[in-house]
């Protein structure tokens, strides 16, 4: 095969689709791929040594999901346990299982880093750089499908907290959770009150002497039943794979109608979600409302952590945990000075403070030599970047389970390359938006992850097939519409 630059080396390998990532994303879109597109060869790179992602990288105890595995889980594979909030080790279980189902592992090249994409019009091919641990590997195809999700998995984000290289004890970002890590009648501080911070500081206090949520602001709690009786009725009056489907329709819609209504009626959800708080706390902990946990934004500016089966609340009341508003003045050798005059020891620092974002794993996109900068450009279809040709990534919703829109791409991107192979086209790509289309941030929260990635991932538009509606129902619309639909291009 004919490669743009005459002094490099062949690529090893050709296929016609080239998936980059294992986690979730990408093992949807090899279940698809297999069973919509099966004269299509295809491969998935993975940088990691085992497939699974997100769930394989955290390892920090009480790692779980605040999805609902009816949701989280595949519509082709359904979730098929009333337990609905499970921990990290059970959806990687779960993951591997369904990956072996499909026999994905063998399509997978693990320990397979990409570096540098680059598209080429004259051949109409993406040429693909992956660095391994034994030196470099080249690999060619007609299309590109990014199933990276957007963690920066190499690091976490860790603030400049003033003096924290002072502090003598070990200093540990949930992102890199050592397995030897010693924490019998230790004093931990987990500076930060997100999602992490929510699961980790329960399951943190079954073992140290004293637990501390530190948090610069409350965040909007959500409590939920590690087994739902919902679904364990349904599943006594119907048969598995049908209380299943119906777990997930009620899952889709609950979490549809609770965000819906935040929009709408910030007020009386923020009312309705404190009041949940407040009957969730021990009677002897209820004072802690009203400063720890009441926010000052609305519902869903932020996303809604959950909390399971109260393990926070008591906690709280055991007196194993407490929960510190304050700002960190200072970091020395033993501790933490708060803005506020007062001190927490410590022996062990947990900065839950949050991730990073970037898009496609970090790896350099191009397009006949120019680079692409993702932050400049517009998603089409919640699926494909403006002027990319033969290139697709999968993005997950804020308000739902990723998988939720994960399957909606899959389906479009194996229903895009049916139409491709039946059309004989060879070369697809979304044109310009009309200078009507106003650009609009992709994502819509103001949590810190997102407002420091600003420029870093894509943008969406104000209508039509530019916008990423955080509505499922909406979004089904526009994405299962046709493709040819005078936007896309077709060559």
Not at 56 to 70: A, E, N, Q, T
Not at 274 to 296: E, K, N
Request: aromatic fraction near 10%.
């Amino acid at each position: 095969m004919a490669n743009t630059a005459t002094s490099a080396p062949e690529p090893i390998e050709f296929w016609d689709v080239v998936i980059v990532g294992a986690g979730i994303s990408g093992i949807c879109a090899g279940h698809y791929l297999r069973t919509r597109c099966p004269s299509l060869r295809f491969c998935i790179l993975e940088a990691r040594a085992r497939l699974g992602g997100t769930w394989d990288l955290f390892r920090y105890p009480g790692i779980r999901s605040d999805s609902d595995m009816h949701t989280l889980g595949f519509s082709f594979r359904p979730w098929a346990d009333s337990e609905t909030i499970v921990d990290g080790p059970r959806i990687r279980e779960y993951l591997e299982e369904t990956a072996a189902a499909d026999g994905l592992h063998a399509d997978t090249r693990f320990g397979r880093r990409v570096r540098r994409a680059s598209w080429s019009s004259q051949t109409r091919r993406w040429t693909i750089e992956v660095e391994t641990e034994d030196g470099r590997e080249r690999y060619a195809c007609r299309f590109l499908w990014g199933c990276t999700g957007y963690y920066r998995y190499d690091a976490g984000y860790t603030p400049a907290l003033p003096g924290l290289g002072r502090f003598a004890g070990p200093v540990v970002h949930p992102q890199r959770w050592p397995e030897e890590l010693a924490l019998e009648g230790r004093r931990v501080v987990v500076i930060g009150s997100g999602a992490t911070a929510m699961s980790l500081v329960p399951a943190l206090a079954e073992r140290a002497r004293e637990v501390v949520m530190l948090q610069r602001s409350p965040t909007y709690l959500y409590e939920r039943p590690r087994v739902d009786p919902v679904v364990r009725w349904l599943e006594r009056v119907l048969p598995q794979r049908w209380a299943s489907q119906v777990a997930r329709v009620r899952g889709i819609a609950l979490i549809m109608l609770l965000y819906e209504a935040a929009r709408r009626f910030p007020g009386p959800i923020r009312r309705f979600l404190l009041t949940r708080v407040w009957a969730g706390l021990h009677r002897s902990t209820r004072d802690l409302l009203d400063p720890h946990f009441t926010p000052t934004y609305a519902p869903w500016d932020q996303r809604i952590c959950v909390i399971t089966d109260g393990d926070l609340f008591t906690a709280l009341a055991d007196g194993r945990a407490r929960v510190v508003t304050d700002h960190v003045a200072a970091i020395d050798e033993r501790g933490v000075q708060l803005r506020s005059g007062a001190r927490l020891d410590a022996d062990v620092l947990v900065t839950a403070t949050g991730i990073q974002l970037q898009v496609f794993g970090g790896a350099a996109l191009e397009v006949d030599g120019a680079r692409v900068s993702a932050g400049e450009r517009m998603m089409y279809k919640g699926a494909m970047l403006d002027g990319v040709p033969n290139f697709a990534m999968t993005l997950g919703y804020t308000n739902l389970s990723w998988t939720i829109r994960c399957e909606l791409t899959c389906d479009y991107v194996c229903r895009l390359l049916e139409h491709m192979r039946a059309g004989g086209y060879e070369q697809c790509r979304p044109g310009a938006p009309p200078p009507g289309v106003r650009a609009e941030p992709l994502l819509n929260l103001n949590s810190g992850y997102v407002q420091r990635a600003r420029g870093e991932i894509p943008q969406q538009g104000s209508r039509g097939p530019w916008r990423f509606p955080q509505n499922y129902i909406l979004d089904r619309t526009v994405v299962g519409g046709p493709v040819d639909d005078g936007v896309l291009e077709l060559r």
